[in-house]
């Protein structure tokens, strides 16, 4: 090795470790808006606080039996009204927001519930969306790693005699014309 490849070697790794502490400081950054936004998200999302509230969040999650795309809360058909005073006698009795929708899936079926379950086929509809969007950013992140590359070419000691061949072969090495 050489005197000037041995006093490149600290000066070319300085900008490497400004890369990788930009590169770290990006990922703490990101991961510092995500820690906001679950902070954000579980915070907001308490449940009714008086028992209107609650019989009203209820109504919304189902539909109504005999209309086509409202709830039981927009509804004004007789079923409406009735499934609605039952949500209100039901919370009065102490039943909790599943036991209520349990029994009123088992007396018109599971099509009045407007936010699947979160188990078995159904499941999949609170999944595929997360799972694709993990998908969809580790390509993002496979593809600008790629697009990125790595960084101008050096040339060997082996490629600098290659290119001294050639040049000799030329005879007045001016390598074209």
């Known amino acids: 090795m050489t005197a000037s490849a041995t006093a490149a070697g600290p000066a070319a790794a300085r900008p490497r470790a400004r890369r990788s502490r930009a590169r770290l400081i990006g ?3 990101m991961a510092a808006v995500l820690a906001v936004a679950l902070v954000v998200g579980v915070a907001g999302t ?4 008086t028992p209107e509230d609650r019989a009203r969040s209820l109504a919304k999650s189902l539909a109504c039996p005999v209309c086509d795309g409202q709830s039981v809360a927009d509804s004004d058909s007789d079923a409406a009204k ?3 005073t039952r949500i209100a006698e039901r919370i009065d009795q102490g039943a909790s927001d599943d036991q209520i929708r349990g029994e009123l899936a088992d007396a ?5 519930l407007l936010t699947p379950a979160s188990s ?3 499941s999949l509809v609170w999944t595929l969306p997360v799972v694709a969007l993990v998908v969809a950013v580790a390509g993002l992140a496979v593809a600008f790693r790629r697009w990125r ?4 070419a050096r040339a060997s000691d082996e490629d600098r005699a290659l290119v001294a061949r050639a040049r ?3 005879g007045d090495g001016s390598g074209g014309g």
Request: glycine share 32%.
């Open 27 to 29: 990922w703490l950054a």
């Open 46 to 49: 308490r449940g009714p606080s």
């Open 82 to 84: 009735g499934i609605r």
């Open 108 to 112: 018109y079926g599971e099509k009045v």
């Open 120 to 122: 078995g086929v159904s």
């Open 149 to 152: 590359g790595g960084g101008p």
């Open 168 to 170: 000799g072969a030329d």
